[in-house]
């Protein structure tokens, strides 16, 4: 069955840009109609979606934080990567990928999530 293991840093400084890693097993990324998301929940917050990137290679970004996500994939590695920019303490939280079959479809698989903490 298809698994999901996310992968980062932990710890990343302010104004630092954070990479996050999605790698996905028993499936491809590419196989129509998925759609590869990341959502982020921070401490004792609901969740945040923050974006996805379509079997296609399409990306889409929440607005609020679309001037500094960035996603991504490796078709040979299979797997997906967020990137975030300038992160601030707000930023902190852990992240999820999840695959769902439609645009901002029900997000039917989900990783372990990985946490990420910005701070000095």
């Known amino acids: 069955q298809v698994q999901l293991q996310e992968s980062g840093p932990g710890l990343v400084k302010p104004s630092q840009t954070v990479s996050l890693t999605c790698t996905v097993s028993?499936?491809?990324?590419?196989?129509?109609?998925?759609?590869w998301n990341w959502i982020r929940q921070p401490p004792g917050k609901g969740l945040e979606w923050v974006g996805a990137?379509?079997?296609?290679?399409?990306?889409y970004y929440s607005p609020s934080l679309k001037s500094r996500a960035s996603i991504s994939r490796d078709t040979s590695k299979n797997h997906v990567t967020l990137q975030l920019s300038s992160v601030t303490p707000e930023d902190t939280a852990v992240y999820y990928c999840?695959?769902?079959?439609?645009?901002?479809?029900?997000?039917?698989?989900w990783g372990q999530g990985t946490r990420v903490t910005a701070s000095s």
């Open positions: 999840a695959r769902a079959q439609d645009y901002r479809g029900y997000l039917e698989i």
């Open positions: 028993g499936g491809s990324i590419t196989t129509t109609y998925y759609y």
């Open positions: 990137i379509a079997y296609s290679g399409s990306t």
